[in-house]
Antibody, heavy 123, light 107 residues
Framework: QVRLQEWGPRLVKPSETLSLTCNVS?????????WGWVRQSPGKGLEWIGS???????FYNPSLKSRLTISADTSKNQLSLRLNSVTATDTAVYYC????????????????WGPGTLVSVST | SFDLIQPPSVSVSPGQTATITCSGD??????VCWYQQKPGQSPLVVIY???NRPSGIPERFSGSNSGNTATLTIRGTQAMDEADYFC??????????FGGGTKLTVL
């Protein structure tokens, strides 16, 4: 069973960098699938942040691209997120997730999710 | 960017059929996934690839997608189905796009 667990600082100051790590078990990141980060501001909907293909190629939400880095450490089977210059609008629950199986190449969704971690941006 | 539009809320009586829509330009050309999210929980896939149900998801959940609208249908809605529902597609710009979400109330 694929399991994901996000961890990192719960409180980040404005203008600083938000850094999160996702521990993955039950499947090797480098073996296949897209791996993604999704966030949800309090009381709001889901927002795709970015994804990493198992080959290392990354895709970012255009609205966050200038501040965002997603990477993977396959030796530790970890996915990482760094978001620079944060503001209060970056306060959200951050989820890491793995793509589910879908045969058409134009089909992609997130089947496995971590429990999420709430990150607050505040002084 | 590709936009997905959902009604903010839908209400249904227990045992009746709930219908939640998701609209987008030529949405029928894409594959739609539906997530259920209950308070304090991570999203759960209830439909993928338009009309496929993952193992463990009750048969009362079904999906369709044609033209500009995808639909999630819950037949015989139960109190436990009360949740937020989000549609999602993968766009050819290599983006994963979510709808704004629909709060389903069972009353």
């Amino acid at each position: 069973q694929v399991r994901l667990q996000e961890w990192g600082p719960r409180l980040v100051k404005p203008s600083e960098t938000l850094s999160l790590t996702c521990n993955v078990s039950g499947y090797s990141i480098g073996s296949g699938f897209y791996w993604g980060w999704v966030r949800q501001s309090p009381g709001k909907g889901l927002e795709w942040i970015g994804s990493l293909y198992h080959t290392g190629t990354t895709f970012y939400n255009p609205s966050l691209k200038s501040r965002l880095t997603i990477s993977a450490d396959t030796s530790k089977n970890q996915l990482s997120l760094r978001l620079n210059s944060v503001t209060a609008t970056d306060t959200a629950v951050y989820y890491c997730a793995r793509e589910g199986y879908c045969s058409p190449t134009t089909c992609s969704y997130f089947s496995f999710w971590g429990p999420g971690t709430l990150v607050s941006v505040s002084t | 960017s590709f936009d997905l539009i959902q009604p903010p809320s839908v209400s249904v009586s227990p045992g009746q059929t709930a219908t939640i829509t998701c609209s987008g330009d030529r949405l029928g050309d894409k594959y739609v996934c539906w997530y259920q999210q209950k308070p304090g929980q991570s999203p759960l896939v209830v439909i993928y690839q338009d009309d496929n149900r993952p193992s463990g998801i009750p048969e009362r959940f079904s999906g369709s997608n044609s033209g500009n609208t995808a639909t999630l249908t819950i037949r015989g809605t139960q109190a436990m189905d009360e949740a937020d529902y989000f549609c999602q597609v993968w766009d050819t710009s290599n983006s994963w796009v979510f709808g704004g979400g629909t709060k389903l109330t069972v009353l």
